[in-house]
């Protein structure tokens, strides 16, 4: 019988990437970290299928560059224009996602505040189209996302 001999097997991850993981995924980007940047939230609209918040850009929904965190826009954006959708909706539903697009144009730092502008664009029977647009405190634009929702039958007349 022929000896074998033990191979280190190749680490799947680079050990400098390893590293960065906990920092990158670990506790941080946790549901209470959300919430705590939610309560920074100012709602400035929210009627008539228009919504408008303020939020703080904290280190806590910050990615390794110090910027906001992409996946963060993609909640906010999420967030408001449910808001929007549902003060356009006389039978205030809420719906599910069936949608979700962000194009991301620039950045924001930590420390800087956020404006998020959803607007209702259509109600229909069972579906809710939604425009929202990102904007730092000058105005520049930062991001814009395109959110579709699945309202359900309502109520049966």
């Known amino acids: 019988m022929a000896a074998t001999t033990a191979t280190t097997p190749t680490p799947l991850i680079d050990p400098t990437i390893a590293s960065i993981l906990p920092i990158a995924f670990g506790p941080k980007r946790s ?16 009627s008539d299928g228009e919504a408008k918040f303020t939020f703080s850009v904290t280190s806590e929904v910050g990615n390794l560059m ?12 999420d967030e408001v224009s449910t808001i929007a959708i549902m003060s356009k909706d006389k039978a205030r539903r809420s719906g599910v996602s069936v949608h ?19 607007t209702c664009d259509k109600i229909g029977k069972t579906m809710g189209f939604a425009s929202i647009n990102f904007y730092d405190e000058k105005g520049k634009i930062l991001a814009t996302s395109r959110h579709t929702k699945f309202l359900g039958m309502g109520a049966k007349l």
């Open 66 to 77: 110090r910027k906001l965190h992409g996946g963060v826009y993609a909640v906010l954006a």
């Open 31 to 46: 549901v209470e970290l959300l919430k705590s940047f939610f309560a920074t939230g100012k709602c400035l609209i929210a």
């Open 100 to 118: 979700l697009s962000t194009e991301y144009l620039s950045s924001i730092p930590v420390g800087e505040t956020i404006v998020v502008h959803a």
